[in-house]
T-cell receptor
Framework: GENVEQHPSTLSVQEGDSAVIKCTYSDSASNYFPWYKQELGKRPQLIIDIRSNVGEKKDQRIAVTLNKTAKHFSLHITETQPEDSAVYFCAASRTGGFKTIFGAGTRLFVKA | DVKVTQSSRYLVKRTGEKVFLECVQDMDHENMFWYRQDPGLGLRLIYFSYDVKMKEKGDIPEGYSVSREKKERFSLILESASTNQTSMYLC?????????????FGPGTRLLVL
């Protein structure tokens, strides 16, 4: 079946450094790739998403890149801050399919 | 602002009990989902519904059933709770009839089955 692999499972960076989380998906028909952030004890919330008709999208300190040929997409966080510490989930879905497949999550620690 | 609420934040039940988890969304979303979240396994889809009275199995439906009698409400039922169903349960909703849209999550219900 479809799956999404996410790496690394844990990432620790120094405040101010960049963090990169990578995901690979298996369903070549996937065309929507959201990223969710889940702070401790809270619900997952969308932080950025990208559709298959673009290769990159930025929103302030976060950006997502998509390589459809390789079926890879990545989350980039620059100038990390302690409040970026959370679990991040990548996901993939496709038009006409109601299921969203989530990666296993990356726990990001930003050390002050 | 989308609001998805779940009936309980914490629940403790005994093995064999029937358990009801309820989810309500106030944004007239067509699609609703139930996930369980376990460390290292991400979010796994139990069931989803794309319309009232419609339901589809997700990846791990065994031991669960669902009910969607009204558009805003989606219930998850554990027919006979077992200890391996101890988990965090998250409800979500999304708009659209074609899929591929943002999901909005509830706060989660942490269920402990003794």
């Amino acid at each position: 079946g479809e799956n999404v692999e996410q790496h690394p499972s844990t990432l620790s960076v120094q405040e101010g450094d960049s963090a990169v989380i990578k995901c690979t998906y298996s369903d070549s028909a996937s065309n929507y790739f959201p990223w969710y952030k889940q702070e401790l004890g809270k619900r997952p919330q969308l932080i950025i998403d990208i559709r298959s008709n673009v290769g990159e999208k930025k929103d302030q300190r976060i950006a997502v890149t998509l390589n459809k040929t390789a079926k890879h997409f990545s989350l980039h966080i620059t100038e990390t801050q302690p409040e970026d510490s959370a679990v991040y989930f990548c996901a993939a879905s496709r038009t006409g399919g109601f299921k969203t497949i989530f990666g296993a999550g990356t726990r990001l620690f930003v050390k002050a | 602002d989308v609001k998805v609420t779940q009936s309980s934040r914490y629940l403790v039940k005994r093995t064999g009990e029937k358990v009801f988890l309820e989810c309500v969304q106030d944004m007239d979303h067509e699609n609703m989902f139930w996930y369980r979240q376990d460390p290292g396994l991400g979010l796994r889809l139990i069931y989803f519904s794309y319309d009232v009275k419609m339901k589809e199995k997700g990846d791990i439906p065994e031991g669960y059933s669902v009910s969607r009698e009204k558009k805003e409400r989606f219930s998850l039922i554990l027919e006979s709770a077992s200890t391996n169903q101890t988990s965090m349960y998250l409800c979500a909703s999304s708009s659209g009839t074609a899929g591929g849209e943002t999901q909005y999550f509830g706060p989660g219900t942490r269920l402990l089955v003794l």
